[in-house]
């Protein structure tokens, strides 16, 4: 505190990782078997490494096409899961047709369903120890079993491991208390959506809001990270691109009210802290993984500050030297919808340790068709982990086989639960902040 009773906020040295996220050059006429190819043949090392380390090296690993019956040995593929309810392009043909469409569902799991492992020339039906209603497409794993005579064209799987956890750096020494504050899911143009409980987060964010010891704690706050769905559901108009332009001419695009009313939020935040605004499934910018920066000129007055910073989807920071990274939501809720998985936090932690942000995809959630890489991998472990737009507020201290340590964080829909969450950069602190209509 300074002379007039003003508390300085504290900074941080901050460095953006997502480089690998950002598309210098689209192209969209490619297949998406080579970011399976990638995928399989990055994660193969290590998997055999883990599978070595497991079973002994004294078994054997067979590529499919070498597989002998009755013999006891690792396969190393990536998994596909055959679902009788999985969507297809035949329900929006059925839609467009007036015929009856396929209902939506909030799981689309069967006690049909079957796992699959497949590599780069041939696949096989997987049988014995393994559960197809927690697995997912897309997982690189390592099975050990073996193809019985008896049952030809199935392995009958004793044992599947994932892939060793990514190294992780060393947890930098912070000598003093520094936070950063996540929320998502503000919902902005929703006309149920309450603006009041998010003016009083900004009010206090801001040092306009609490006493003097909260205005203390909030001048720590050495950056705000927005994780999407800024803007509602309700702003996207699906009738808009089949309209005639004659008969739209006159109609208001809803973004364009909840950009202004976003833009506003951002420029109370960003006079005073540096703040990282992610898109979401419902913003105005790309559809498909990795989700590319929101422009600047939708924020005409925020974006005069340059502590405004519109990044991806993905987002892989550092910030005093403790690695952040983490997305929006869309692959945890992919395999919520396609697993009887309930937990985001507990599917969270399964993609960590299959060394996969978004497996799922490009199997039924939108990416980029990649033809050499694979950016999605996780090629080292974060000290945080996070998904943004989940039901509710959660946090687990992941502890790896080398050490590593994993603060796993979903963070709540704002609009919904009028909760964010707060991290202390200097020990992995974690609680939620609950605004209410009154009170904090």
């Not at 043949?41 to 054997?60: D, F, H, P, V």
């Not at 997982?139 to 392995?155: D, Y």
């Not at 947890?171 to 603006?195: A, E, Q, R």
């Not at 869309?330 to 969270?348: A, E, G, N």
Request: hydrophobic share 35%; charged share 20%.
């Amino acid at each position: 505190m300074d002379s007039q009773g003003r508390f300085t906020r504290y900074e941080a040295k901050f460095v953006n990782n997502s480089e690998r996220f950002l598309l210098k050059v689209k192209q969209y006429k490619r297949q998406y078997a080579h970011i399976y190819a990638s995928r399989l043949w990055t994660m193969r090392a290590n998997l055999l490494e883990a599978a070595n380390s497991r079973w002994g090296k004294s078994i054997k690993c067979r590529k499919l096409s070498e597989l002998l019956t009755d013999e006891r040995c690792v396969l190393i593929g990536t998994l596909f899961k055959h679902m009788t309810l999985k969507p297809s392009i035949l329900k929006e043909i059925g839609e467009e047709h007036n015929l009856i469409p396929q209902p939506v569902r909030d799981k689309y799991i069967d006690e049909t369903d079957q796992l699959i492992l497949e590599d780069e020339l041939q696949r096989i039906v997987l049988t014995g120890n393994v559960d197809a209603q927690v697995e997912v497409t897309g997982v690189v794993v390592a099975v050990l079993g073996q193809e019985q005579s008896s049952n030809p064209g199935r392995f009958n799987v004793e044992e599947m491991i994932s892939q060793t956890v990514a190294p992780q750096l060393d947890y930098p020494v912070i000598d003093k208390d520094k936070y950063i504050v996540f929320l998502s899911g503000l919902s902005i143009g929703n006309s149920s959506t309450n603006m009041l409980q998010l003016q009083l987060l900004v009010d206090l964010i801001t040092g306009q809001l609490g006493d003097e010891h909260s205005q203390e704690q909030m001048a720590k706050v050495v950056r705000v990270v927005i994780a999407g769905n800024s803007l509602s559901h309700l702003t996207k108009d699906k009738e808009q691109a089949n309209r005639a332009k004659y008969l739209s001419k006159k109609i208001t695009p809803g973004t364009k009210d909840a950009l202004m009313q976003l833009d506003d939020v951002l420029l109370q935040l960003c006079s005073c802290v540096e703040v990282d605004l992610m898109p979401g499934e419902f913003d105005p910018t790309t559809f498909m993984m990795p989700q590319q920066p929101l422009h600047h000129c939708m924020f005409p007055q925020a974006s005069q500050f340059e502590s405004l910073h519109c990044v991806t989807n993905p987002f892989d920071f550092s910030i005093d030297g403790v690695n952040v990274l983490g997305s929006s939501g869309q692959p945890v809720h992919d395999i919520c919808k396609f697993s009887k998985l309930d937990d985001y936090l507990t599917i969270l932690e399964k993609t960590l340790t299959v060394g996969h942000m978004a497996p799922t995809a490009p199997d039924t959630l939108g990416c980029y068709p990649y033809a050499d890489k694979d950016p999605m991998l996780l090629s080292h472990c974060p000290h945080i982990f996070f998904t943004a737009n989940a039901p509710r507020f959660g946090k687990k201290i992941y502890k790896g086989a080398n050490k590593q340590t994993v603060l796993l964080l979903t963070i709540p829909k704002f609009s919904e639960t009028f909760t964010c969450a707060i991290v202390n950069l200097r020990n992995l602190d974690c609680y939620p902040i609950v605004i209410s209509g009154t009170c904090v």
